[in-house]
């Protein structure tokens, strides 16, 4: 059995992307490096206030911010498989439950596009997702996606 790739372990380094980089606090400064060379340094204040900045925010804008990204990247790859294809290798080397709360995010996209079918707010340029995802509505609401 083929082993998957995984972007993260617990030791704090990156395989198979970059199998010699690690990371760790050092003197008060966030430090990265590849075996002795020390490749970046963030100052740990910088690094916790980044962190605490993305906590202030409301889910509600963390979302929206992340779906503006979304379709900025999907406006960029259009329907070009290959660019799909990369993007759905990066989901499988994601951590598990990062991958199931994905497939919570599909489902729940499932749901409104269905939910967009049935109040007639969609045109020839989104009717075909509406549409199926009206049908994939019942299977998807049996669906199960703990968060583990």
């Not at 430090?31 to 100052?43: A, S």
């Not at 045109?123 to 609401?141: F, H, Q, S, W, Y």
Request: with cysteine; net charge negative.
């Amino acid at each position: 059995m083929e082993t998957k790739r995984t972007r993260w372990d617990v030791e704090g380094e990156i395989k198979p992307i970059l199998p010699n980089l690690k990371f760790g606090v050092q003197n008060g400064q966030f430090i990265i490096r590849t075996g002795l060379k020390v490749v970046g340094k963030l100052p740990t204040e910088t690094l916790e206030g980044i962190l605490n900045l993305q906590r202030d925010k409301d889910g509600n804008q963390i979302g929206k911010e992340c779906a503006e990204n979304l379709f900025h990247a999907l406006n960029w790859m259009g329907q070009e498989n290959e660019a799909i294809k990369g993007f759905m290798d990066q989901v499988e080397c994601e951590h598990r439950t990062l991958q199931q709360n994905f497939g919570h995010l599909l489902i729940a996209a499932i749901s409104h596009f269905a939910e967009m079918y049935e109040k007639n707010c969609y045109d020839a340029r989104n009717e075909g997702i509406c549409k199926l995802c009206a049908e994939l509505k019942p299977i998807t609401e049996k669906a199960y996606l703990p968060f583990i």
